[in-house]
């Protein structure tokens, strides 16, 4: 059985945080404040992760009341969401990522995410798609207050035949 999984999160720009996307230190004035280190695009998967496998979200199995999580790479947490599709019989097929943000620019950085994004989802690089784009200067985004995130994947079924 084939199913297919959509994310989305976002997080405000605050001064004193590293900003981090897709598990890539970016150079920036601001970071994202989270409870974890605030990874838009590495949440926004792990959600599409997990409701393509009916799993749930990211705040049931990693909530935010549970100081276990503080400040934890958000790497981890990917690796904590494949290790929950393993078990559930589920097989990463590809994944498709986009930033929206007014800055940084993450275009420098893409092939980084792609490779660490790659390696933790078991997956060769070349299913991991991530892009960047911005809001043309509307709303929050827009302003340079926050960072958004969209993903969607495909997973299969390890234990039904291939459709």
Same mark, same amino acid.
């Given at each position: 059985?084939?199913?297919?999984?959509?994310?989305?999160?976002?997080?405000?720009?605050?001064?004193?945080?590293?900003?981090?996307?897709?598990?890539v230190?970016?150079?920036?004035?601001?970071?994202l404040?989270?409870?974890?280190?605030?990874?838009?695009?590495?949440?926004?998967?792990?959600?599409?992760?997990?409701?393509?496998?009916?799993?749930?979200?990211?705040?049931?199995?990693?909530?935010? =009341?549970?100081?276990?999580?503080? &400040?934890?790479?958000?790497l981890?947490?990917?690796?904590? #969401?494949? %290790? !929950?599709?393993? +078990?559930?019989?589920?097989?990463?097929?590809?994944?498709?990522?986009?930033?929206?943000?007014?800055?940084?620019?993450?275009?420098?950085?893409?092939?980084?995410?792609?490779?660490?994004?790659?390696?933790?989802?078991?997956?060769?690089t070349?299913?991991?798609?991530?892009?960047?784009?911005?809001? =043309?200067?509307?709303?929050?985004? &827009?302003?340079?207050?926050?960072?958004?995130?969209?993903? #969607?994947? %495909? !997973?299969?079924? +390890?234990?039904?035949?291939?459709?």
């Amino acid at each position: 059985m084939t199913r297919i999984g959509l994310g989305y999160d976002v997080h405000p720009l605050v001064e004193g945080r590293p900003c981090i996307l897709g598990g890539v230190d970016i150079p920036h004035e601001k970071g994202l404040q989270g409870y974890s280190d605030g990874d838009v695009l590495l949440h926004a998967l792990c959600d599409a992760l997990l409701g393509a496998a009916a799993a749930g979200d990211l705040g049931r199995h990693f909530p935010s =009341d549970d100081a276990k999580w503080q &400040g934890i790479s958000s790497l981890k947490l990917l690796d904590e #969401v494949v %290790l !929950i599709l393993a +078990q559930k019989g589920y097989k990463i097929i590809n994944c498709d990522c986009v930033v929206i943000a007014e800055a940084p620019k993450i275009a420098p950085y893409i092939g980084e995410m792609i490779e660490k994004i790659g390696t933790h989802l078991k997956i060769a690089t070349e299913n991991v798609n991530v892009k960047g784009t911005t809001n =043309d200067g509307i709303g929050f985004i &827009g302003r340079g207050e926050g960072i958004a995130a969209q993903a #969607v994947c %495909l !997973i299969v079924s +390890q234990n039904a035949p291939d459709d």
